[in-house]
């Protein structure tokens, strides 16, 4: 009889601790306000440390610590030898640990300016952040840049810890100033739940056990504050949400969806839209490797199966077809640029929103941050660890809500197309206007017509290079020669068109970027024309000639490379405009003191070092194959 009651007994502890709740929160501050103590210490008084972790513990804080014979708890969590050496922060570090009552992941974040991505990133997932501040220092610059990304990201729950309160005779006075001054910052940021706690990491005062040092302190201790806290993730009132993940098809008789609720419940019957098609049908079933459910709530991972054959693909949004999400192609959205190369408006990215990843750029910044002030600023780039509010533009509508209403459907990244990297992430605040009030008119003259009355194929032949390598010579030799053949062609030259439509920009990496943009624009208008277009253009960036190349079909983009080398270049420059760069006359010059990007794989590459003009031009239009 006893050995079941023991069995009972184990069998209600272990559900209990499957039905307990998760809390993801962060720790950040100044550099040395105690993160990794606080969170190392919370780990041994909830006692999650092995006995050979302990071990380890002591060895290292023997070996690296900074409190003498005592533990160094922020070894815990400083795993890096660069942080031990520096006694500094740098990467984000993630630890478990439970308690009764609840499970926790908490993320140490850095504390020094440069690693503000490393910051936002701990963020992105966490309900809650304990933000600590010295007592003795009160609220610093980085206080504020904290509290600022943390209000950005959503997070609306924010625990002040005013950490050391032994280095200040644990004075009520120091806590009462330094909460004044957080609670006004707090209210201009917009976070509303703000619970302050004055504590010793070190000391483990008010941490896990109230602090007689500090009897008037009467709210809870940091560690009853997190176990009892009843976290707003948002959400709830916007009604179903599913992004889906993986179309499910095992056989020819199951079509499911799977994908993690966003928001809202479902059941089946539910009447329910596929976003961004439109398509309305009722849920069949909701199936999990357990078996069917009678109803799936947020956070749940479900298969949906719908009564009709609707076009389904991953990405798409299942919604509560009564009050569905809304749908646009762009954006205001506030972005926190953690790329090492600076942002650059009109420059083509890939944009990834939950399951769905789509092309989009950047189209106006309309003010940066100063996160330190939360002044705005203008700017025309953003550089690593910058904040701005812009203006995106995505190659397709997509399904969103705002931020604040909805993480999964308003938060996402910018990815560099060439290396992958994740360079950007932000917020989507609303759609603008302009993309719901403007559509596609159909015209009954298309392409095809009008490059028939022409006879010929309408074709952009895309020439780059240096200054000085003979790309007009050479596109002039060839629209000569295809207008004496009876071709309908344009030329659209570098030069001339800053005479024009482009006299408005500079040459900055951000007006390079813009100048390619509104002539590519300009060239796929008249290749719908029928027109045989050349464009000869210095064009520098990879990234911007493929995105002028992805505007027209494949078959009528040609990529023409001029290559010769700078040192010829410099030789045949009438102008003067190298001799001027190097004396430093003329800044952000093409291959002196601004990059230039070869093509990798152009359609044609000339050798601009040794072929004559004419030989080149030759060449351009046999690949043409014009008679």
Same mark, same amino acid.
């Given at each position: 009889?006893?050995?079941?009651?023991?069995?009972?007994?184990?069998?209600?502890? #272990?559900?209990?601790?499957?039905?307990?709740?998760?809390?993801?929160?962060?720790?950040?501050?100044?550099?040395? !306000?105690?993160?990794?103590?606080?969170?190392?210490?919370?780990?041994?008084?909830?006692?999650?440390?092995? !006995?050979?972790?302990?071990?380890?513990?002591?060895?290292?804080?023997?070996?690296?610590?900074?409190?003498?014979?005592?533990?160094?708890?922020?070894?815990?969590?400083?795993?890096?030898?660069?942080?031990?050496?520096?006694?500094?922060?740098?990467?984000?570090?993630?630890?478990?640990?439970?308690?009764?009552?609840?499970?926790?992941?908490? *993320?140490?974040?850095?504390?020094? $300016?440069?690693?503000?991505?490393?910051?936002?990133?701990?963020?992105?997932?966490?309900?809650?952040?304990?933000?600590?501040?010295?007592?003795?220092?009160?609220?610093?610059?980085?206080?504020?840049?904290?509290?600022?990304?943390?209000?950005?990201?959503?997070?609306?729950?924010?625990?002040?810890?005013?950490?050391?309160?032994?280095?200040?005779?644990?004075? $009520?006075?120091?806590?009462?100033?330094?909460?004044?001054?957080?609670?006004?910052?707090?209210?201009?940021?917009?976070?509303?739940?703000?619970?302050?706690?004055? /504590?010793?990491?070190?000391? &483990?005062?008010?941490?896990?056990?109230?602090?007689?040092?500090?009897?008037?302190?009467?709210?809870?201790?940091?560690? $009853?504050?997190?176990?009892?806290?009843?976290?707003? %993730?948002?959400?709830?009132?916007?009604?179903?949400?599913?992004?889906?993940?993986?179309?499910?098809?095992?056989?020819?008789?199951?079509?499911?969806?799977?994908?993690?609720?966003?928001?809202? %419940?479902?059941?089946? &019957?539910?009447?329910?839209?596929?976003?961004?098609?439109?398509?309305?049908?009722?849920?069949? *079933?909701?199936?999990?490797?357990?078996? +069917?459910?009678?109803?799936?709530?947020?956070?749940?991972?479900?298969?949906?199966?719908?009564?009709?054959?609707?076009?389904?693909?991953?990405?798409?949004?299942? *919604?509560?077809?009564?009050?569905?999400?809304?749908?646009? !192609?762009?954006?205001? *959205?506030?972005?926190?640029?953690?790329?090492?190369?600076?942002?650059?408006?009109?420059?083509?990215?890939?944009?990834?929103?939950?399951?769905?990843?789509?092309?989009?750029?950047? @189209?106006?910044?309309?003010?940066?941050?100063?996160?330190?002030?939360?002044?705005?600023?203008?700017?025309?780039?953003?550089? /690593?660890?910058?904040?701005?509010?812009?203006?995106?533009?995505? +190659?397709?509508?997509?399904?969103?809500?705002?931020?604040?209403?909805?993480?999964?459907?308003?938060?996402?990244?910018?990815?560099?197309?060439?290396?992958?990297?994740?360079?950007?992430?932000? @917020?989507?605040?609303?759609?603008?206007?302009?993309?719901?009030?403007?559509?596609?008119?159909?015209?009954?003259?298309?392409?095809?017509?009008?490059?028939?009355?022409?006879?010929?194929?309408?074709?952009?032949?895309?020439?780059?290079?240096?200054?000085?390598?003979?790309?007009?010579?050479?596109?002039?030799?060839? =629209?000569?020669?295809?207008?004496?053949?009876?071709?309908?062609?344009?030329?659209?030259?570098?030069?001339?068109?800053?005479?024009?439509?482009?006299?408005?920009?500079?040459?900055?990496? +951000?007006?390079?970027? $813009?100048?390619?943009?509104?002539?590519?624009?300009?060239?796929?208008?008249?290749?719908?024309?029928? #027109?045989?277009?050349?464009?000869?253009?210095?064009?520098?960036?990879?990234? =911007?000639?493929?995105?002028?190349?992805?505007?027209?079909?494949?078959?009528?983009?040609?990529?023409?490379?001029?290559?010769?080398?700078?040192?010829?270049?410099?030789?045949?420059?009438?102008?003067?405009?190298?001799?001027?760069?190097?004396?430093?006359?003329?800044?952000?010059?093409?291959?002196?003191?601004?990059?230039? +990007?070869?093509?990798?794989?152009?359609?044609?590459?000339?050798?601009? &070092?040794?072929? @004559?003009?004419?030989?080149?031009?030759?060449?351009?239009?046999?690949?043409?194959?014009?008679?």
């Amino acid at each position: 009889m006893a050995g079941t009651d023991h069995a009972a007994a184990v069998a209600a502890y #272990l559900r209990q601790h499957e039905t307990k709740g998760l809390l993801r929160f962060i720790t950040c501050g100044s550099v040395d !306000d105690g993160k990794s103590t606080l969170i190392g210490r919370l780990l041994h008084d909830t006692k999650r440390l092995f !006995d050979d972790q302990l071990a380890a513990l002591e060895k290292d804080s023997r070996r690296h610590g900074t409190q003498g014979e005592d533990i160094d708890f922020a070894l815990l969590v400083d795993g890096l030898a660069a942080e031990r050496e520096q006694g500094i922060t740098i990467d984000v570090a993630y630890r478990f640990f439970d308690t009764d009552r609840r499970k926790f992941i908490v *993320a140490d974040c850095p504390g020094h $300016e440069q690693y503000t991505r490393n910051m936002a990133t701990g963020a992105s997932t966490a309900d809650l952040a304990v933000v600590l501040v010295d007592a003795r220092k009160g609220l610093l610059t980085q206080t504020r840049r904290h509290s600022y990304i943390v209000s950005l990201l959503g997070i609306r729950h924010v625990v002040l810890a005013v950490n050391k309160m032994d280095l200040v005779g644990y004075d $009520e006075a120091v806590f009462a100033r330094i909460v004044e001054g957080y609670r006004e910052l707090a209210a201009r940021l917009g976070i509303s739940h703000v619970q302050c706690v004055p /504590l010793s990491a070190l000391r &483990g005062d008010n941490l896990s056990a109230r602090s007689a040092a500090m009897p008037w302190y009467a709210g809870p201790t940091l560690l $009853e504050h997190l176990e009892t806290v009843q976290v707003d %993730r948002g959400g709830d009132a916007t009604g179903f949400r599913l992004p889906v993940q993986w179309v499910c098809r095992p056989n020819q008789d199951f079509r499911g969806f799977a994908g993690t609720v966003a928001a809202g %419940r479902v059941a089946p &019957g539910d009447e329910v839209v596929v976003l961004p098609s439109g398509r309305r049908s009722k849920v069949r *079933a909701l199936v999990t490797a357990d078996g +069917e459910l009678a109803s799936a709530g947020r956070g749940q991972a479900v298969t949906l199966t719908l009564d009709d054959e609707v076009d389904v693909s991953r990405g798409d949004v299942i *919604a509560a077809a009564a009050l569905p999400p809304q749908v646009a !192609d762009q954006f205001a *959205a506030h972005l926190l640029w953690m790329g090492d190369a600076p942002l650059l408006p009109g420059r083509p990215y890939w944009l990834k929103i939950g399951a769905r990843t789509l092309a989009a750029q950047v @189209t106006e910044i309309k003010h940066k941050v100063d996160v330190n002030t939360q002044a705005r600023l203008a700017a025309k780039s953003l550089e /690593l660890n910058e904040v701005a509010y812009c203006n995106l533009s995505l +190659e397709q509508p997509i399904p969103f809500e705002a931020y604040a209403d909805n993480r999964t459907l308003g938060g996402f990244i910018l990815i560099d197309r060439q290396s992958n990297a994740t360079v950007g992430a932000g @917020t989507l605040d609303f759609a603008l206007r302009r993309a719901a009030n403007i559509h596609w008119q159909h015209l009954e003259v298309d392409q095809a017509a009008r490059a028939g009355i022409k006879g010929q194929q309408p074709r952009c032949l895309w020439f780059t290079g240096l200054s000085g390598a003979g790309k007009s010579t050479v596109a002039n030799l060839v =629209e000569k020669q295809l207008l004496a053949k009876g071709y309908h062609t344009y030329l659209l030259d570098g030069d001339n068109v800053r005479h024009g439509l482009n006299k408005d920009l500079g040459f900055t990496d +951000e007006d390079r970027v $813009e100048n390619i943009r509104r002539v590519a624009e300009v060239a796929r208008l008249m290749t719908d024309a029928g #027109l045989i277009v050349l464009v000869s253009f210095i064009s520098p960036f990879r990234a =911007e000639r493929r995105m002028a190349r992805e505007l027209f079909p494949r078959e009528q983009f040609v990529e023409v490379f001029v290559d010769t080398p700078l040192a010829v270049a410099e030789r045949r420059d009438v102008k003067g405009l190298y001799a001027k760069a190097r004396a430093g006359q003329i800044r952000n010059f093409t291959g002196i003191d601004s990059p230039y +990007e070869a093509p990798e794989h152009p359609e044609l590459h000339l050798d601009g &070092g040794s072929e @004559t003009a004419e030989q080149m031009a030759a060449r351009v239009l046999a690949a043409l194959q014009v008679s």
